[in-house]
């Protein structure tokens, strides 16, 4: 063989391992993740199947209860919230850790300089020399990946991706839901404090009308007392009315990231309680697989601990990287890219695992150990959303027919209220039925009033079960803190301490 024969013949020794190792890195090994199939109701209970089942209107559905105010407080809630910025900062971190992962696939390189100042040992003329040797070079690195170790880790990472901007979207379902339904109480308690105070003012009248007809003779002081004191009873009611009612205005203040008491003057004068229209479609049971973020966040979250199985099973096979530098060094700098020394090295280096006392194993059990409790997770996930749908859609149900027969009952109890009053005035009725009739009023108005509150916040919980919240774009990129003068600086005194 000749001269020139022998380079390219050494170049093919070199690089063919090289080439096979590449080929070997389309390998991976671990479960592939499927989504699972799990069994699903064909409908929900008390409801005929469907040829063609509608879909659930869940996009935008707090403006079904027709309440401009709430739809202000809920865009105000999705950009001001708080535990929402925290749900968008887990996005930014696992944006993060993909790029960091995927930045594995790829080979490294490092660039190194260095300069020294030397004394030669002392010559036989008996003196010696002082002299400077400069040095540069590059430095790479690149792991071949062979059995899908950092691939495995980048899809991982990409599933954990998904799985929080499903956490961001759980967040937003829980706000909006939470948002409208303390809107619904508060305003709840606002009529019921003015059917308190109307109520009480009625009873006012009567105890002054009993007060007068004392003083005629035709009634007693006792029944005077007692007419009074119905009257304090109900307005004895107010006050934990009012108590109730600054609990919910100050629950949604924090709920848009503001102060306790910033909404009070905003929402002071009374509004009606918000009336969705019903009824709405809910789809499908299999729907919520795809609707409910909880249950979406879940199954991601068991895809990811599926691909850090074959991230701990590739740790027991061997592992190939290609290292390779560059270095130069001359005695000035200026000779550093013409008349210096040059070496380079590369090559392959192999490591094996061999005894390990089944650590690289247990890893692996541990791994499948997790995976299998987010799959028990992810179909626990489906039930409890099942669950939640059918108990929202009977209450919902049964609470329609209870606000009727109160609409009902308050109705009646108010024509019996009025006929008392009149029969008193005229002498053919007692005041001990004439007070029964007015407790027995105010107590089915207020009673209604609770039902219509339950009407308005068992609707939105169906909305919540059947995975409905904010359909709008949120911006998550945006950093909560913006750092600035974060290079290279002389370090302050308050850093120092």
């Not at 049971?285 to 068991?302: C, G, K, N, T, W």
Request: with cysteine.
């Amino acid at each position: 063989m000749t001269g020139s024969e022998r380079g390219p013949v050494a170049a093919r020794r070199l690089l063919a391992p090289i080439f096979s190792a590449a080929l070997l890195a389309g390998c991976v090994v671990g479960p592939d993740y499927q989504t699972p199939i799990l069994p699903m109701p064909a409908n929900w209970s008390g409801q005929k199947p469907a040829k063609s089942a509608q879909p659930a209107q869940l996009a935008r559905w707090w403006q079904r209860l027709r309440d401009p105010e709430l739809d202000s407080l809920v865009e105000e809630a999705v950009a001001g919230n708080l535990d929402v910025a925290t749900a968008k900062a887990k996005i930014r971190e696992a944006r993060a850790s993909y790029r960091q992962s995927a930045g594995a696939l790829l080979p490294s390189v490092d660039d190194s300089g260095s300069v020294t100042h030397n004394k030669s040992a002392v010559t036989t003329s008996g003196s010696n020399d002082i002299y400077s040797e400069y040095q540069a070079g590059f430095d790479a690195s690149w792991e071949l990946d062979l059995f899908g170790a950092n691939r495995r880790g980048v899809e991982a990472a990409r599933y954990g991706l998904d799985a929080s901007q499903e956490e961001l979207r759980s967040t937003l379902l829980t706000l909006v839901g939470d948002v409208a339904s303390y809107y619904a109480q508060a305003r709840g308690y606002q009529a019921r404090i003015a059917l308190a105070r109307r109520s009480a003012a009625s009873q006012r009248q009567t105890a002054e009308l009993t007060r007068q007809m004392a003083l005629a003779g035709t009634a007693t002081a006792a029944d005077v007392a007692k007419a009074m004191g119905q009257a304090s009873s109900t307005e004895a009611a107010i006050p934990t009315l009012e108590a109730s009612y600054a609990e919910a205005m100050h629950r949604l203040s924090v709920l848009i990231g503001r102060p306790p008491a910033a909404l009070s003057e905003r929402l002071k004068r009374g509004a009606p309680i918000p009336a969705p229209r019903l009824p709405m479609p809910t789809g499908i049971p299999a729907d919520i697989l795809l609707s409910r973020p909880d249950v979406r966040m879940a199954e991601r979250q068991y895809a990811q601990y599926t691909a850090k199985i074959g991230q701990a099973d590739a740790a027991r096979y061997p592992s190939v990287s290609l290292t390779g530098n560059i270095s130069t060094a001359a005695l000035k700098l200026g000779d550093l890219g013409k008349s210096s020394s040059i070496g380079w090295s590369f090559g392959p280096e192999l490591s094996m695992p061999l005894f390990n006392a089944g650590q690289l194993q247990a890893a692996v059990d541990v791994a499948k150990a997790q995976r299998d409790q987010y799959f028990i997770a992810y179909r626990s996930s489906v039930l409890t959303a099942l669950e939640d749908v059918e108990n929202a859609l009977v209450s919902l149900s049964q609470e329609r027919i209870r606000v009727g027969k109160l609409a009902s009952s308050a109705k009646s109890y108010g024509e019996a209220a009025r006929l008392e009053t009149t029969l008193f005035k005229a002498g053919e009725a007692s005041l001990l039925e004439v007070l029964d009739a007015e407790r027995s009023l105010y107590t089915a108005e207020d009673t209604m009033l609770q039902s219509r509150v339950l009407v308005a916040t068992q609707y939105i919980a169906l909305n919540k079960a059947l995975g409905g919240g904010w359909d709008g774009t949120v911006d998550a990129a945006k950093p909560e803190i913006v750092d600035v003068k974060t290079g290279p600086r002389l370090a302050s005194k308050s850093a120092t301490q």
